[in-house]
């Protein structure tokens, strides 16, 4: 909760500053650019349990809630090419503010295995299973100290991805539960400008259950 109201007022305080509610009237022009890059997201808290399968009511204990057994994503580590809009702001001296959105795109992941109720072999048995969309989305606000070339700053970032649960029926999912889970991050940053248009940056983000997330991108600004 304290992470997620952190990335609340960095979220507040940026839109302000780009807003230009600032007392520095010498400030630069905001330029507004492109970014491309990975994106790393590392889950918890994401375990389901399943229910027998209505067809399989003659398995040991279908009538139970879970006796099918488990899936996660926990721990599972999902690469996502990223691709989104950044618009970046200096505000004071040094002192640069950005917001950012964008779309994800890639790296799904899947735990399937047999009902643990099911004591058939494979090509008979039932199967249940949990997967992470080959799709996303983010959202970025950012503080950052400016000398040079460098850059140092701290990102507040609200990722998004799906996480689909279900019963695995002869190689054709059957979806049970699809539930968007948000991933509220804080991190640090650090980045580095090889030209004027051209800037790199990585950085990582720490949340709530142990999510986390770890980036590296160029922005490129018109």
Request: glycine content about 12%; overall charge neutral.
């Amino acid at each position: 909760m304290k992470k997620t109201c952190l990335l609340l007022a960095m979220l507040a305080i940026s839109s302000k500053m780009l807003a230009g509610e600032s007392s520095d009237t010498n400030a630069s022009p905001g330029k507004l650019g492109f970014t491309l890059g990975y994106r790393a997201l590392t889950l918890h808290d994401t375990t389901y349990a399943h229910n027998t399968h209505p067809d399989d009511s003659f398995l040991p204990h279908a009538g139970v809630p879970g006796s099918a057994g488990t899936t996660t994503m926990d721990g599972k580590t999902l690469s996502y090419a990223s691709i989104g809009i950044q618009y970046q702001k200096p505000v004071l001296s040094h002192l640069v503010t950005s917001l950012e959105v964008g779309g994800l795109l890639g790296g799904g992941n899947r735990d399937d295995h047999q009902n643990i109720n099911d004591p058939r072999r494979p090509a008979c048995a039932a199967f249940v299973y949990s997967k992470a969309s080959v799709y996303g989305f983010y959202g970025t606000a950012g503080l950052a100290y400016q000398i040079k070339r460098l850059s140092i700053g701290v990102d507040a970032d609200l990722s998004g991805i799906f996480i689909d649960s279900g019963w695995d029926r002869y190689s054709h999912d059957q979806s049970v539960r699809d539930k968007l889970y948000l991933i509220p991050t804080i991190g640090p940053k650090i980045g580095w400008q090889a030209m004027e248009e051209l800037q790199v940056e990585g950085g990582a983000g720490f949340g709530q259950h142990d999510d986390r997330i770890y980036y590296m991108k160029v922005n490129w600004f018109f």
